[in-house]
């Protein structure tokens, strides 16, 4: 395993620096963030353009993964995370759009990964929502297989707002709807594996992985925290909202000895990216590198 970081906290910093620093502090891997260029996405923890998957050339994105091969860091995939079943019919366009030019880019720089989500409507229930899927994947899958990349979805149900309750924005979070992904895809989509998104689910962390640890391409290290008070306030049917805090790694309920045991028992050997939506390690890069440093020395004893 290697040990890395996602790039997104850092959207005014260029590459060269993020690695640069990366690099300097014991980081192995990046996963670098490719929304588009002129129009991220306003969500928080979005929006971020490392490389402009719009206007980076054949011979630009060999430049760029070799500049970061020289500093030893890998690139564990690219990431970007829309919503590619949005109700909007075109802003549903423009997110698939921008997602073949990743995929496409992916295949220029050599990186065989891209993550990202598998959509939803929240409206709908995932039953109806899964039909649509059924509609826009195969094409898109059929493009990242044409350009020599896989993709792999998060297992987040994307309910962190009112704007996203109460069926989120991403249906691939749960057991039923990860069989009926493989079933239909096959080794064309993997799991990008966050087990914070298991904590507040109230999935079992240890089975989760002994089931779908084979089909894991990528595995982003996240923590959460269960405020108990917001959750007694709120209940459990407001969905997460008010009572989930994303914490950087050691610092949630996140049981790392069980995560770290079912991934080598799985044979689990690519990257584990640290992915940064920690508030109290905001509002500067010193305090969001803090982060970084902090879930580092957590992880490390795990990834050899």
Known sequence: MKLGLLTAPFPDTPLAEVADWASSVGFEALEIACWP?????????????????????????????????????SISALGYYPNPLHPDAAHREAVIDHLKKVIVLAGRMGVSLVNTFCGGDASKPVDVNWEAALKVWPAIIAHARDHGVRLAFENCPMIFSYDEWPGGHNIAYSPQIWRRILEAFGGDIGMNFDPSHLVWQMIDQARFIREFGPYMLHVHAKDLMIDHDGLYERGILSAGIGWQVPRMPGLGDVDWNIIFSGLYRAGYDGSVIIEHEDRRFEGSDDNIKRGFLLARDVLRPFVK
């Open 37 to 73: 260029k002129s129009s991220g996405d306003s969500r928080r923890y979005a929006g971020t353009s490392h490389v402009d998957a719009a206007a980076t050339s054949a011979s630009q994105a060999k430049e760029i993964a070799a500049a970061l091969a020289e500093k030893k860091l």
